[in-house]
């Protein structure tokens, strides 16, 4: 694009970019992890030679330098960088009002209606600034130290941006890219050149051009800025200010003013995102590289620097770390930088291979490294396909060399028609989906594209000096976990089966898998095994656990270090803070959550703990009041005794004398059950039958028949309080006959008693849903049952028996087929009806029945016609 076609702004721009030229500064305008980018650095790094190397990123980072620039260090890698802010914590309502209320008693003429009440409260900010090969920011660091050129980072420090709220709160990249990919200017680049993203576009304007041309740095980088230029024309000042990218900008600016003062004569690179370069020229330009004397700098800073730590402990602190190129890539939600670093990776050796053959003469195109390349990806695909047992009904799982010569063809034609030097990434999707896809493309299932999205992506894992200094608890898991054979040399998930009870080596993988899971530090997940807190698969002998080492592991790490250096310290702190908490008001069941908090301290093996647990519960078995509560702490407890070998719970004694505390202490809750309540009954009722279930499952030692004979004595005292409650009346007495406390002739007594025709029917039919929710064999065993609901059936009026038809539909869907027809057998007995009778064979029709069906369907479809509903039926 010609200079006089640009908008004025930056045909002034690129005039001081010019000027600055003159005075040996120069910038490279990069678009993150940009292969084409970091060759253009390159070459212009090569050329200049320069004293200085100023990189876009957190002034911050300047402790680590060496550590990056250490021969141990292998992209990809990451800094992680943390602040610690405070931030406005805003009241509630009612707090607001008091506060208003003191406010004004303090001074009446005050206007509180604009003052922001809040207390302040201390969150951490975390964000990471990755590094590959191909990024234009490590190319630069390389190439500084090749020339010993003094590296330094221009950008607002971590903490400072944090401030700003320029980031999201959690997982930030301090190299997003969001105002391009939003960009209308280029959404409408897009639609002209027929791409699909901005991606497309980047790639078809830059990554595709001849290594020569990019090898170009001055035209190649005055396309970039324009490129990245014409999308911030569309943002206003105060949007950029709002945002923190013009304090950004300063900053840097002020950095690069302070360098030449001190030193004319340096020679300068400035390696910054595009999207910041226009304002670093006019910025520039418009101060003329004028600033202020030494002492006016130092004053400035001392003032700036004051202010900036004020209130402030240990706001900025980095740490390198590997990353992974599964977390680099843009598709998996990265916010900056390319897609497919594998891809790209290779693009980048082809780069380097191309300019080491140029300088020793041998002469091979760029078109020809990139159809090698192009070649060597579809090769690595098809294979990868072929090793997949079933990926689509579209896709030949058996890929042989037509559809892989296809591919190859479709791939250099594409590349050809659309005018690039050599195929492109965009150009071997395209020739993948054209050969290996049959049919529609929408026809393909996930899994087709998921290959193809690994095999581009790649799961290459970063190396850091092993001397560098890191977090005490970062370096203590990762020896944990090497010490237990997990494999931590990629970010691939894998799986762990854990013999937990024959081997004690595998029941110290178990515990520290649960403690990494408590701390919710995301490095494992477990997909089998008994299950303690439920009560389910409690006879397995294995656990199956899904575990990944990725960076988020790391970083969430760090995080925790601030708590602590030991993973055990940290993790008993966070259990006595939910004991604390059980303090609080509102806590209605504290005995649930206190064997839950006690099943935690067991599965990551804190017996001392567990035992203080123990004695905690004691007393808040004591004051609990709920029945539910109670219950479902007992079935909690029977669990933990049922795994105590697997636990190791040293104070089984004390468990099972808490284990027997809990029916006696539910027995005098029992009288709760009397409400009246509907949906209450309802859950009356199934905290009844979980107690009946506790009391059948406890342990020997506890003398269970004495205990039963307990819980039916107190059944019995409570039913004259029930007759408000008849779900709970029902399922009484339907127990009571199970257990034998009662006869039939007995339970026939209560049933006639209870089906009395002055009895309301929604009461028969909640006595009758109790009935038969705790025994469905009582409609067949009780002759008494089916004959008083008969006779109330017939007695009842059509409106009566209308009302109740949903409930008794209800209860009688607790029976089995077998049941209902044994019922229906029996009914069909007392009225004399055969049992052909009530068959009802829907495949026997006559050729008379089907003519009537055939006209009446044609009578139908031509009265929707005539109404024109046609399309209203089909919607």
């Known amino acids: 694009m010609s200079r006089s076609q640009l908008p ?89 009002a008091i506060g208003n209320k003191q406010d004004n008693e303090k001074d009446n003429e005050k206007d509180n209606d604009n003052e922001l009440l809040s207390a302040t409260e201390l969150i951490t900010r975390t964000a990471f600034y990755p590094f590959c090969s191909y990024s234009p920011e490590w190319q630069a660091m390389q190439l500084a130290k090749k020339y010993h050129a003094n590296i330094q980072f221009i950008d607002l420090p971590w903490a400072e941006q944090a401030v700003q709220e320029m980031m999201p709160k959690h997982d930030a990249s301090l190299l997003c890219e969001t105002y391009l990919k939003h960009s209308e200017y280029i959404t409408q680049l897009a639609r002209k050149l027929h791409c699909r993203d901005h991606d497309e576009v980047w790639e078809h304007l830059f990554e595709l051009r001849d290594f020569a041309d990019i090898a170009n740095w001055r035209t190649f980088f005055e396309d970039t800025f324009i490129w990245c230029a014409m999308a911030r024309l569309e943002y206003t000042a105060s949007s950029l200010e709002l945002e923190g990218s013009s304090q ?3 900053h840097m600016i002020t950095a690069i003013r302070q360098l030449k003062q001190s030193m004319p004569e340096a020679k300068i690179v400035v390696v910054t995102g595009g999207f910041h370069t226009l304002a670093l020229y006019e910025g520039l330009a418009n101060a003329k590289l004028i600033v202020p004397n030494k002492a006016k700098i130092n004053k400035v800073n001392q003032q700036r620097e004051a202010k900036q730590w004020q209130n402030k402990r240990d706001s900025d602190r980095t740490w390198l770390i ?8 843009a598709l998996n939600g990265y916010f900056a930088g390319m897609p497919s670093p594998t891809y790209y990776q290779e693009v980048w050796q082809s780069m380097l291979a191309y300019e080491q053959n140029y300088e020793q003469n041998q002469a091979q195109t760029t078109q020809d490294h990139r159809q090698a390349q192009a070649l060597q990806f579809l090769s690595n695909i098809v294979q990868q396909l072929r090793k997949q047992q079933s990926v689509d009904n579209g896709v030949n799982n058996e890929i042989g060399l037509v559809p892989l010569k296809s591919a190859i063809e479709q791939t250099y034609l594409l590349a050809e028609l659309r005018g690039h030097c050599g195929p492109g990434r965009y150009d071997l999707l395209d020739g993948i989906q054209s050969a290996f896809i049959k049919g529609s493309i929408h026809d393909v299932r996930g899994e087709f594209w998921q290959i193809i999205h690994r095999t581009l992506s790649g799961d290459q894992f970063g190396k850091i000096p092993s001397n560098i200094a890191s977090p005490p608890l970062v370096n203590e898991v990762y020896a944990m976990l090497k010490k237990y054979r997990f494999k931590l040399d990629d970010t691939l998930p894998k799986i762990a089966h854990i013999d937990i009870y024959r081997k004690p080596e595998h029941r110290q993988r178990s515990r520290f898998l649960h403690l990494l899971a408590f701390l919710d530090v995301g490095f494992a997940q477990r997909l089998d ?13 294995f656990e199956d656990w899904q575990y990944q080492w990725t960076p988020m592991v790391e970083a969430k790490l760090i995080e925790l270090s601030q708590q602590g250096t030991r993973l055990e310290h940290i993790a ?11 303090t609080e008001d509102g806590i209605t069941q504290p005995c ?29 078995l004591d004051t609990d009041n709920t029945l539910s509560s109670l219950v479902d702490c007992g079935h909690r407890l029977l669990y933990l005794w049922q795994g105590r070998d697997f636990l190791a719970l040293n104070d089984s004694v004390t468990l099972l004398a808490l284990l027997a505390k809990v029916p006696r202490q539910a027995f005098f809750l029992l009288d709760t059950l009397k409400q009246s309540d509907e949906q209450q009954q309802q859950e009356n009722f199934n905290t009844l039958l979980s107690l009946r279930d506790l009391l059948n499952n406890l342990p020997e030692q506890l003398n269970s028949k004495k205990l039963k004979q307990d819980f039916y004595f107190n ?4 039913q004259p309080l029930l007759t408000q409650a008849p779900l709970i009346r029902g399922a009484i007495d339907s127990l009571c006959y199970l257990d034998s406390q009662i006869s039939q002739s007995e339970l026939d007594e209560k049933i006639k008693i209870a089906f009395d025709l002055g009895a309301q029917y929604e009461q028969v039919s909640s006595y009758l849903t109790g009935l ?77 029945d089907l003519q009537k069906t055939l006209a009446l369907e044609f009578a139908i479809c031509q009265y929707i016609n005539q109404q024109q509903l046609q399309d209203w039926f089909k919607r």
């Open 529 to 541: 095994g008994p299950n303690y807190q439920y009560g389910t698969r409690l006879t397995i002998m």
């Open 715 to 718: 059944l019995q005292r409570l």
């Open 592 to 620: 649930q959550l206190v064997v839950q908090i006690m099943l935690k301290a067991a599965l990551m093996g804190f017996p001392s703990y567990f035992t203080t647990l123990l004695t905690k519960l004691s007393k808040y």
């Open 8 to 96: 004025q702004r930056l045909q002034h721009a690129l005039i001081g970019k010019d000027a600055l030229q003159q005075q040996q500064i120069y910038f490279a305008p990069v678009r993150h992890h940009s292969p084409a980018c970091s060759y253009a650095v390159r070459q212009l790094i090569n050329q200049i030679k320069p004293t200085h190397v100023l990189i876009e990123a957190p002034a911050s980072f300047s402790s680590i330098l060496d550590e990056l620039l250490h021969h141990e260090t292998e992209p990809p890698i990451a800094i992680l960088c943390q602040a610690d802010i405070q931030i406005a914590k805003y009241l509630n309502n009612e707090e607001q």
């Open 572 to 582: 008993l702190q966070k259990l006595h803070l939910l004991m604390e908490s059980l």
């Open 248 to 250: 950004r900008e300063q």
């Open 322 to 329: 590997r990353y992974s190129f599964e977390r680099l890539d």
């Open 772 to 848: 038969i929710q705790c025994s469905p064999e009582l409609l067949i065993q009780s002759s008494q049952l089916l004959m008083s609901l008969d006779e109330l059936l017939v007695h009842w009026d059509q409106e009566k028996f209308i009302q109740i038809l949903p409930d008794l539909r209800y209860a009688f869907a607790k029976l089995t087929p077998k049941q209902n027809a044994t019922i229906a057998e029996k009914i069909a007995k007392k009225y004399h009806i055969k049992k052909q009778s009530m068959d009802f064979e829907q495949y026997k029709f006559s050729d008379d």
